[in-house]
């Protein structure tokens, strides 16, 4: 009745895979693979939209060596690893805390899912814009401290004025608007563990604290690994906050390095410069990445289910 | 209607799991075939290598004389009942049934004529336009059951389809499926893992053991004549008892162990000298011995199964004895601790040999 | 004692969960209303509730701003990224999760490598690329980069929606004599819409905050997307607080409605892909 096809099912189905494939990958590959290699080769060579008569002559690592020699390089990659190390770890001991407060049954599950969600789901520029109005000269957070007696009514704080301090409203922002969401990724790892072992552990006698070093945080570690990683990567490309938070300032004393890239190449034009610059963070996040997938990705994508 | 062949088939899973070792099975044209074995054992597997589900590492499949080895499941035109039924849950039972041949292109009024045929065959005519979550797990069963008939098929692949009925209906099912069986007369491979089951369904019976297939043979011969000690464990219930022994020749051949030391009549060109041997007899086959006991036991547990009775026995000998199973009827009056003199009928023996535990000398009849 | 231990801890837990939820709410509350406070009122000692409530601001928003023109723009961009997402992220998505090929693995990992990259890094690329095909400030112009980190993120958690489909009903489909493509369409598709669905909203969700490609790739009002709008008012005098925080509290409202609608859909979705792993 039918005929005997000439190639299997099996490579029939991979034919049809790579059929359904090949449209993601290509738009992919094309606006975000060919443009990573673009970015490799335009920081090998001076591109300055600015002085377009210079051309596009090949400086070699010329680009790299600048930035290695610029101080404001090395403060904003500084600023950049402070305000990671500082966010991701007060996101996920924060987080931590309120998944385990939360990872119970309680009446409100579902608006404290919802409020949890809000400040994740709101632009990142739209929160940095609330936060700056509160940490405002004469906004609510010097009121507040005026109020109490902690500041001089007629010498306000200006916390944007001071390169210090300026990293509170900064820091502040970000983890009221990324831990709700780390909260949400531990819960659902919480919510993945067995309750039977918290019942056969409290049947053998271990205190809560116990529990939750015996049990919650060694089933728990996937997902933390998880959370971390992606906060870490996430914090390092910081931009957005920032840009409209502090602009890096006072002065660049906020800068972190995808602002600086920017800078250089939007405002100052140097694209040759600013793709130097780029690699230099891609490299480090690809690093962080390459952890990421060792760690977690093979076993995500070898499971047959 | 085919027959189904199966040469050499070999599955591999990643890199060195075998779920199926080199399988020859042959199941006749309108055969019932039922694939028995533990969990695990690549039953589902070698179904599926049937249907097309799955591409055999090694080896070949042949649909009649065909070679569909390289055929996708759409090309075999078989049908298959899930365990858990996999009705479309967005369609109801109607489309479920219409799809199979919307899909091989029959016509129209051909389709709505067979749906509304096999409906009324399994009582499904008031359920048509529900979806199936709005039916029962026997309904379910059912729709699942039309779905695979109405296609008319080459052949039905059944993959546990009652393990989710209660058992009642169970029962009910197995019964139905037989007549089907018969009033289709179409090629049936049933897998489950009931040796019961299995025992009142098939004309054939396939037990596999960790993707080795052991026998394939009608349901008495398997219980009868069991090819292996596997398959003599797994079949029959309360499981067949064994012992450990030696068989030796000194005259007469017999067999020793610590609990007992007893004469064969079988065929003696069989053996030579003394050998380690497993024999085994089943609790239903030992009897109390009459004049002299082939070996003594004591009564442990007694668990009365109303028309019958199961004990469990320890065989005393020198070490601290050994356990075995025996069904007496129920008016034996026996306590615990009385002790028994046993016979074994030595024509419903089975002795297999120790490493592969294949089946030893012509067979007790 | 012991009850009363326990009583302590689930009231401790009680106000630990209040402290979170004040916390949360507290600067959209704030925001909120102060943009419904005249100017006079915004600064200095604030009073928790407004003395008096104006809608001057939003009326200004419109009217001298035409804020109209960056919501138009944002519901233009982020609606088309995500259609194009969805459309050919559902077939790639489905390749990976269910078909058998060589290549799965890497595929899955080229994507999650993909998600992670920083957006800065293509940006001069991308710049010099857009404007060679002059389509700097217009809508594709913002569609094709969006569709580097949204395209990722659409496969990557459909693929996990996929994957929870019984594999079954599609063996079902394929024994019934349909083809693979007609399974994916006659029953794949129809049931996976409520992924679909959530992984639009998620999608839409990234698009519609997107700041640094649409900062770079739009020259002026008339193409700039809702957050760049509001990260670059700017008044003639000082700063237009008012205003902005009617735009913000607008900018919030489309998330807000859809995770008060889809909340529970989206806790699956973006769980799914992250923890279960
Ligand atoms: N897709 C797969 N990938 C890897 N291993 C598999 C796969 N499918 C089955 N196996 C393994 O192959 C062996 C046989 O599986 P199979 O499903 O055929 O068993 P079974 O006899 O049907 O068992 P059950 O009675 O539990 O259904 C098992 O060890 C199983 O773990
Ligand atoms: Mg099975």
């Known amino acids: 009745m039918h005929e005997r096809p000439n190639h299997s099912t099996e490579k029939r189905e991979a034919r049809l895979a790579w059929a359904f494939v090949l449209p993601a990958l290509s738009v992919v590959a094309l606006i975000a693979i060919f443009p990573l290699l673009w970015t490799f080769w335009e920081s090998l060579h001076v591109h300055d939209l600015r002085m377009p008569w210079r051309g596009n002559p090949f400086v070699g690592l010329e680009n790299y060596r600048e930035a290695f020699t610029e101080p404001r390089f090395w403060q904003a990659l500084g600023h950049t690893l402070f305000f990671t190390a500082i966010s991701v770890a007060l996101e996920v001991v924060l987080g931590l805390i309120l998944a385990l407060a939360l990872n119970r049954a309680y009446r409100g599950r579902g608006f404290v899912r919802v409020l949890v969600l809000l400040p994740w789901a709101i632009p990142t520029v739209v929160a940095a814009l609330l936060w700056r109005f509160i940490f405002e000269e004469r906004g609510i957070v010097n009121a507040a401290l005026i109020n109490a007696g902690a500041m001089d009514g007629a010498h306000p704080l200006v916390w944007f004025g001071h390169s210090l301090l300026a990293w509170t409203p900064v820091i502040l922002a970000d983890v009221w608007k990324t831990t709700p969401f780390v909260t949400l990724l531990l819960l659902a790892g919480l919510q993945n563990i067995d309750s039977t072992l918290y019942e056969a552990a409290r049947m053998d006698g271990a205190s809560p604290w116990m529990q939750f070093t015996n049990i919650t945080l060694p089933?728990?570690?996937?997902?933390?690994?998880?959370?971390?990683?992606?906060?870490?990567?996430?914090?390092?490309?910081?931009f957005d906050l920032i840009y409209v938070l502090t602009n890096g300032g006072p002065g660049t004393s906020t800068e972190p390095i995808a602002l600086y890239t920017f800078t250089r190449l939007m405002n100052n034009l140097r694209f040759g410069y600013g793709s130097a610059l780029s690699v230099i963070v891609f490299l480090v996040t690809f690093l962080l990445a390459v952890v990421y997938i060792r760690a977690l990705g093979v076993k995500l994508t070898e499971k047959p289910q | 209607m085919a027959s189904i062949r199966l040469e050499k088939i070999e599955k591999v899973f990643g890199k060195n799991q075998?779920?199926?070792?080199?399988?020859?099975?042959?199941?006749?044209?309108?055969?019932?075939?039922?694939?028995?074995?533990?969990?695990?054992?690549?039953?589902?597997?070698?179904?599926?290598?049937?249907?097309?589900?799955?591409?055999?590492?090694?080896?070949?499949?042949?649909?009649?004389?065909?070679?569909?080895?390289?055929?996708?499941?759409?090309?075999?035109?078989?049908?298959?009942?899930?365990?858990?039924?996999?009705?479309?849950?967005?369609?109801?039972?109607?489309?479920?049934?219409?799809?199979?041949?919307?899909?091989?292109?029959?016509?129209?009024?051909?389709?709505?004529e067979r749906v509304e045929r096999i409906a009324k065959v399994l009582g499904l005519e008031t359920l048509l336009e529900r979806k199936p979550g709005q039916l029962s797990g026997g309904q379910r069963q059912r729709v699942a059951l039309g779905r695979a008939i109405v296609r008319e098929p080459k052949a039905f692949l059944l993959d546990e389809p009652l393990s989710n009925l209660d058992a009642k209906l169970r029962v009910q099912t197995r019964a139905e499926l037989s007549r089907m069986h018969r009033q289709l007369s179409a090629t049936m491979v049933y897998v489950t893992h009931d040796q019961e089951e299995a025992m009142t369904l098939g004309d054939q019976i396939a037990v596999m053991n960790q993707g080795v297939l052991e026998q394939v043979a009608p349901p008495l011969e398997i219980y009868r004549r069991p090819a292996t000690a596997f398959v003599a464990g797994f079949i029959g219930s309360p499981t067949m008892n064994f012992f450990r022994c030696t068989l030796r020749q000194?005259?007469?051949?017999?067999?020793?162990?610590?609990?007992?030391?007893?004469?064969?009549?079988?065929?003696?060109?069989?053996?030579?000298?003394?050998?380690?041997?497993?024999?085994?007899?089943?609790?239903?086959?030992?009897?109390?011995?009459?004049?002299?006991?082939?070996?003594?036991?004591?009564?442990?547990?007694?668990?009365?199964?109303?028309?019958?009775?199961?004990q469990h026995i320890k065989l005393l000998g020198q070490d601290n004895g050994t356990s075995a199973m025996m069904i007496v009827p129920a008016e034996m009056t026996v306590q615990i601790n009385d002790q028994l003199g046993l016979h074994f009928p030595r024509e419903r023996l089975h002795l297999f040999d120790t490493g592969p535990g294949r089946r030893l000398g012509a067979a007790p009849r | 004692m012991i009850r009363a231990l326990v009583a302590l801890r689930s009231a401790a837990i009680v106000l630990l969960i209040g402290a979170i939820v004040l916390g949360i709410l507290f600067p959209?509350?704030?925001?909120?209303?102060?943009?419904?406070?005249?100017?006079?009122?915004?600064?200095?000692?604030?009073?928790?509730?407004?003395?008096?409530?104006?809608?001057?601001?939003?009326?200004?928003?419109?009217?001298?701003?035409?804020?109209?023109?960056?919501?138009?723009?944002?519901?233009?961009?982020?609606?088309?990224?995500?259609?194009?997402c969805v459309v050919i992220g559902a077939f790639c998505a489905y390749a990976v999760a269910r078909l058998q090929f060589r290549g799965k693995a890497p595929i899955l990992g080229f994507i999650l490598a993909v998600t992670m990259f920083p957006q800065i890094t293509i940006v001069s690329p991308l710049y010099l690329l857009l404007r060679e095909l002059r389509l700097i400030n217009t809508y594709p112009g913002l569609v094709f980069p969006y569709l580097t980190f949204a395209m990722p993120l659409t496969v990557w958690l459909l693929v996990s929606f996929f994957r929870q489909l019984p594999r079954e009903l599609e063996e079902a489909g394929l024994i019934d004599g349909a083809s693979r493509l007609r399974v994916f369409w006659e029953i794949v598709l129809p049931l996976s819409?409520?992924?679909?669905?959530?992984?639009?909203?998620?999608?839409?969700?990234?698009?519609?905050?997107?700041?640094?490609?649409?900062?770079?790739?739009?020259?002026?009002?008339?193409?700039?997307?809702v957050p760049v709008a509001i990260?670059?008012?700017?008044?003639?005098?000082?700063?237009?607080?008012?205003?902005?925080?009617?735009?913000?509290?607008?900018?919030?409202?489309?998330?807000?409605?859809?995770?008060?609608?889809?909340?529970?859909?989206i806790v699956t979705g973006l769980t799914a892909g992250a923890v279960k792993g």
Not at chain 2, 254 to 265: G, P, V
């Open chain 2, 250 to 310: 000194d005259g007469t051949p017999r067999l020793r162990s610590s609990c007992f030391d007893i004469a064969l009549n079988v065929d003696a060109s069989l053996l030579t000298g003394e050998r380690e041997v497993l024999l085994g007899i089943r609790p239903q086959d030992i009897r109390l011995a009459e004049g002299e006991a082939d070996s003594q036991a004591r009564v442990d547990v007694i668990q009365p199964l109303g028309n019958e009775m199961v």
């Open chain 2, 18 to 112: 075998a779920a199926v070792r080199s399988l020859d099975l042959e199941i006749a044209d309108g055969a019932f075939v039922v694939l028995v074995g533990p969990s695990g054992c690549g039953k589902s597997t070698t179904l599926r290598i049937i249907a097309g589900l799955e591409t055999p590492t090694r080896g070949k499949v042949f649909l009649g004389e065909q070679d569909v080895t390289a055929f996708s499941p759409q090309e075999r035109d078989l049908a298959m009942v899930f365990q858990s039924y996999a009705l479309y849950p967005h369609k109801a039972v109607r489309q479920n049934l219409e799809f199979g041949l919307r899909m091989r292109g029959v016509a129209p009024a051909v389709i709505s």
């Open chain 3, 193 to 225: 819409w409520p992924g679909l669905a959530t992984t639009a909203i998620i999608t839409f969700i990234y698009c519609w905050n997107e700041f640094l490609f649409a900062l770079s790739f739009t020259l002026g009002p008339e193409r700039q997307t």
């Open chain 1, 219 to 238: 089933l728990l570690k996937p997902a933390l690994l998880v959370v971390l990683i992606f906060r870490t990567l996430d914090a390092f490309r910081v």
């Open chain 3, 231 to 265: 990260a670059l008012f700017r008044g003639q005098y000082q700063v237009p607080w008012g205003q902005i925080l009617a735009a913000a509290s607008l900018a919030t409202a489309p998330a807000a409605i859809l995770i008060v609608i889809f909340q529970r859909r």
């Open chain 3, 28 to 84: 959209f509350y704030w925001a909120i209303v102060a943009s419904f406070r005249p100017e006079t009122e915004l600064f200095g000692t604030p009073s928790l509730w407004p003395q008096e409530w104006v809608t001057e601001h939003y009326q200004k928003l419109f009217d001298e701003r035409n804020f109209w023109v960056p919501i138009r723009n944002s519901l233009i961009v982020a609606g088309a990224t995500t259609f194009l």
